[in-house]
């Protein structure tokens, strides 16, 4: 299986994303905003990162970026909700070129399904 970043600054929900996908049998790296996450990956390379866009700190979307410039085949997968712009802000990663993006709450399955199609190399689906 696959060897994971989850950078999400919800304690809670990193930790039952990072319990399924172990389950699941993937390894699983975890940070609690973008920064930590960058930092990172240039230690513990990854084979796709899962982020949050609305957090503390460094924010997704400036993450995507970095990530684009320091890691330009990772593939990433983007995750938001709980704001009023939470859409717009998928939108965006979207155009950025991550692999998929998912509105929270999401099932296990839909982010299964989404790790398994970026690790196949599927381009994002056309909005």
């Given at each position: ?8 600054d ?82 965006i ?6 692999r ?6 999401f099932?296990?399955?839909?982010l ?16």
């Amino acid at each position: 299986m696959a060897r994971l970043l989850i950078i999400e600054d919800d304690e809670p929900l990193r930790s039952v994303l990072a319990t399924a996908l172990v389950q699941a049998g993937h390894s699983v790296l975890q940070a609690e905003e973008g920064r930590e996450g960058c930092a990172l990956l240039t230690t513990s390379p990854c084979d796709l990162v899962i982020t949050d866009l609305i957090m503390p700190g460094q924010e997704g979307i400036e993450t995507i970026l970095q990530l684009r410039q320091r890691h330009p085949g990772l593939p990433v997968i983007a995750m938001s909700g709980g704001s009023h712009y939470a859409n717009a802000y998928l939108g965006i990663a979207a155009q950025l070129g991550v692999r998929s993006t998912l509105a929270k709450p999401f099932t296990t399955a839909e982010l299964f399904r989404a790790i398994d199609a970026a690790l196949a190399g599927a381009l994002p689906a056309a909005a």
